[in-house]
């Protein structure tokens, strides 16, 4: 799961403790392999789920789509870089970038 979701395995599991903890997934170990394990949608995830947005759709989406990972993570360093150059932060986060 974490290979999936491109994040650390001991974050994928602290994460996967928070769901249990809330009651909306359900965790059960394989009867062959002790290590492996299974997760299971709580109605209550379910519920959630529901109101989770569909995947971005559009011209932006389906290009970056088509874009090798070297080009993704050169984009990725530029636009950092980019975003250090405007100073962006968690305040200036609703300043808009550009008028007429």
Same mark, same amino acid.
């Given at each position: 799961?974490?290979? /999936?979701? @491109?994040?650390? &395995?001991?974050? !994928?599991?602290?994460?996967?403790?928070? %769901?249990?903890?809330?009651?909306?997934? &359900?965790?059960?170990?394989?009867?062959? @392999?002790?290590?492996?394990?299974?997760?299971?949608?709580?109605?209550? *995830?379910? &519920?959630? #789920?529901?109101? =989770?947005?569909?995947?971005?759709?559009? =011209? /932006?989406?389906?290009? /970056?789509?088509? #874009?090798?990972?070297? =080009? %993704?993570?050169?984009? @990725? #360093?530029? /636009?950092?870089? #980019?975003?250090? %150059?405007?100073?962006?932060?968690?305040?200036? !986060?609703?300043?808009? %970038? *550009? *008028?007429?």
């Amino acid at each position: 799961m974490s290979k /999936l979701m @491109d994040i650390h &395995q001991t974050t !994928a599991s602290n994460l996967i403790k928070s %769901l249990v903890k809330i009651e909306t997934v &359900q965790i059960k170990k394989n009867e062959v @392999d002790k290590r492996s394990v299974q997760f299971h949608l709580l109605p209550k *995830g379910m &519920q959630i #789920l529901e109101k =989770v947005p569909g995947p971005f759709t559009g =011209v /932006l989406p389906f290009a /970056l789509s088509q #874009l090798n990972s070297e =080009v %993704l993570k050169r984009l @990725d #360093l530029d /636009l950092s870089k #980019l975003l250090e %150059l405007i100073d962006s932060d968690e305040e200036n !986060a609703q300043i808009p %970038l *550009g *008028g007429k």
